[in-house]
């Protein structure tokens, strides 16, 4: 009998759908779980001492699942615990963290495989972290400015002698009157440089234009690479393809040698058996990293390209 495989996700996620799905379909037991059910309608009861480690079990009304034998856990955007009501700011504040502490803690501390640890995507999630460590593997990547001053963003912008783009340096997605609002990234004109008022207000990242050809989501699970090329038809999704996906075509693409053995040294580095990678192919055929989101989405690609990610993904669960 196989170990179950714990699943750690949204509810309402549907590429983790598809993960479970495939799973079953294997005759792999699955337990899915999302962290918004804690402590209302998820129990968690676990137990370590100097004889074994953590024993107990995650149980809902239907299901239960013995933490020992927890084989691989699939770690994806849970939700945010939820708590009876009727409590203080300061109260639930505290619950919070003692939730985080105690079911995050003994999820954490779980012996198996996993896809992805969420201290591994805690830290990767840094972009500064991730251009060290991709430049370090041998991955080329483009003159970045991290600042929060004006003049370092003319001076950056003359060092590099050419066009300069900005993009956020984490999230770029924001909530501002209850709608949902992205932050694309930008190409700086002569003029912008004019008037960078606001600049002062918080860290921002700027990066040398880099002329492309096509760019590339290249999705990593485990050791397999599949690799997307992305084919803007608009000036905007020339500039970020976030920004029109309807002006969008794709491919399925070979990764040149070098570009693979260095992403896998990076995902090695980073400690990701997962991650959605993004680069700039410009027209010499040069491959630019510009980050690996190791949440990052897939399903669409899948859609739009019959590459196999979900399949992947269930092979990594399973050690195959």
Known sequence: MTAPVLIVAASDDWPTDRVV??????????????????????ALAGRIDQVSGWTGELATEQRTVELSRVGAVYYRAPGAFRFPEGMSGP????????????????????????VNHPAAMARAEYKPVQLAA????????????I??????????TADTGGDVVCKPVASPVLIE?????????????????????????????FQAWVDKDYE?????VGARLLAAAIHAGSDAAHEDWRSDYGALSYTTTTV???????????????GLSYGAADFIVSPDGRWTFLEVN??????????????????AIADEMQGV
């Open 216 to 220: 590339v989501r290249l999705t990593v």
């Open 91 to 114: 109260e639930e504040r505290f619950a919070a963290a003692q939730a985080r502490a105690g079911l995050g803690g003994v999820l954490s501390a779980l012996d198996c495989r996993w």
């Open 147 to 156: 600042t929060n001053r004006p003049d370092d963003i003319r001076a950056f």
């Open 177 to 205: 009157d209850g709608q949902l609002k992205s932050v694309y990234t930008q190409r700086l004109s002569l003029s912008d440089l004019d008037d960078l008022r606001g600049i002062d207000t918080t860290a921002h990242l």
């Open 21 to 42: 799905v495939e799973l079953e379909q294997r005759g792999v037991d699955v337990f899915r779980m999302d962290t918004v059910d804690f402590p209302q309608r998820l």
């Open 134 to 145: 991709a430049r370090s593997c041998g991955l080329r990547i483009p003159p970045t400015l």
């Open 294 to 311: 190791p949440c990052g989405q897939w399903d669409w690609i899948q859609g739009a390209t019959g590459l196999p990610i979900a399949e």
């Open 256 to 270: 040149p040698e070098h570009v693979a053995a260095g992403m896998r040294r990076l995902m090695k580095r980073l």
